[in-house]
């Protein structure tokens, strides 16, 4: 039994990575403009992520306290642009946080 909880616990840490980063993807091609939270989250789900909104604008203000994206609100809907920061992580300038599934450099 408890082997499945972690691998469960395991796979949910998985997701949380993954969705960082290919936010932190999609926020580099839409540079310099930033991305809506909407494009974001159909981005996850297109790379077969089973992301929610919520899920999104978490991961969205983790990536804003370690100063790699900032976001701004327009109304009920958020939007989000890489800073300086995120775009060397993303252009493997920068070391990546642990937490961060970023791909090796190949």
Same mark, same amino acid.
């Given at each position: 039994?408890?082997?499945?909880?972690?691998?469960?616990? #395991?796979?949910? *840490? $998985? %997701?949380?990575?993954? =969705?960082?980063?290919?936010? +932190?993807? /999609?926020?580099?091609?839409?540079? !310099?403009?930033?991305?809506?939270?909407?494009?974001?989250?159909?981005?996850?789900?297109?790379?077969?992520?089973?992301?929610?909104? #919520?899920?999104? *604008? $978490? %991961?969205?203000?983790? =990536?804003?306290?370690?100063? +790699?994206? /900032?976001?701004?609100?327009?109304? !009920?809907?958020?939007?989000?642009?890489?800073?300086?920061?995120?775009?060397?992580?993303?252009?493997?300038?920068?070391?990546?946080?642990?937490?961060?599934?970023?791909?090796?450099?190949?």
């Amino acid at each position: 039994m408890q082997n499945r909880i972690d691998a469960a616990i #395991d796979m949910a *840490r $998985a %997701e949380r990575e993954a =969705l960082r980063w290919i936010l +932190l993807s /999609a926020l580099w091609h839409g540079r !310099p403009y930033g991305v809506n939270e909407h494009v974001l989250l159909m981005t996850a789900r297109d790379v077969l992520l089973r992301s929610t909104a #919520d899920q999104v *604008r $978490a %991961e969205l203000c983790s =990536l804003e306290k370690r100063g +790699l994206v /900032a976001i701004g609100k327009s109304g !009920p809907v958020w939007w989000a642009e890489l800073t300086a920061e995120g775009e060397s992580l993303v252009e493997y300038r920068a070391d990546c946080p642990p937490d961060i599934a970023r791909p090796p450099r190949w």
